[in-house]
């Protein structure tokens, strides 16, 4: 379609969702129909997404952990387990997003909010995230905290310390450093999936605890694209190196651990729909800059952890979504992006 709207926005002006009951939230999404480079093309969908809430003691004046899953209930109940250790738990409230699991996810996570989605599209992070934020804001909540399921609060107090920080530089979103967890902590060791032997075998000696996430630099992508894509800074550095044992303001945050001010996330339609598995995350953050508001990175002195490995075992190659969110996010931003990051 040689005119296809390149954005479709989530609304979260919307009238009050009966939560007592199973709802239906219908969005209009966009994906890669053929690939030709600047005149690449687009398809519109409507994706229909079939939601089910179950309550637990929710706080308005908390802040709320959204934690999206797909089965591993193993993993989930160690990252449950990490958080009651941690007393994040006592916090904050969490919403357990279940994303079309075969497992049991509910009976795991009884001590939290439930959210089960079901959609005729497949995996959508930004939906998952988006419809557990539209929720949130109608229970009139403030901040939430975007929380993959395998990340790992370090212990009871940097949770604490990121939030004051949040809230001091009244940042729109925040995020920090975190580290890969040392292997007694990991979830899946690296020995267990040719996928983490080939992410890994470039890297010379220890990386255990080492930085997984310490911010973001931009590189250029094909020439075609006329834009940049976001890479990892020092990743598998020293986390005590000053370039990252630090504060300071960024142009992007990864969505593995991402403390929002909720209101400026409503205000620029939260996570784009259309970028269903990559770069939903840079796209939000740059909504954000682009509407004059701020991002800090708050890495002095605190980690969390974060078990990449997970995600690299179940990582699947010619992934034509991946593809598409990549395309897209190019063709959203195209030259914009340089005005925003350099």
Known sequence: MKNTKLYYEFEFDRPIIDLSKSFIIEQKEIKLKKEMGSKSSFEIIDVIYKCRWKEQNFNPNKPTLIIPTKN??????K?????????VLEQCNVIIVDDMSEEDI??????????????????????????????????????VI????DLYAKDSSTLDILLQRHRDNNSSLSGTKLLYPPIEISYIKEEDSENIKEFYKHVKGKWRETIQYAGQFFLPTMPKTQSLTP?????????????????????CLTGALMVVKLQDFIDVGGFNPSLSKNFQDTDLCLKIIKNNKHCYYFGKDIHFYHDESVSLAGKKIGDKQLRSDEVLFGKIWNQEIWSLVL
């Open 72 to 77: 591993m209930s193993k993993l989930l109940n």
């Open 79 to 87: 990252t449950i387990n990490n958080l009651k250790e941690n007393k």
């Open 106 to 143: 509910e009976s795991v996570a009884k001590e939290c909010c439930y959210l089960r989605i079901e959609n005729n599209k497949g995996f959508n992070f930004s939906m998952l995230n988006n419809i557990a934020s539209l929720i949130v804001h109608q229970k009139g909540g403030k901040e």
């Open 146 to 149: 975007f929380w993959n399921n």
């Open 231 to 251: 890479h990892h800074y020092m990743r598998f550095c020293d986390p005590k190196d000053p370039r990252v044992n630090c504060d300071k303001g960024v142009s």
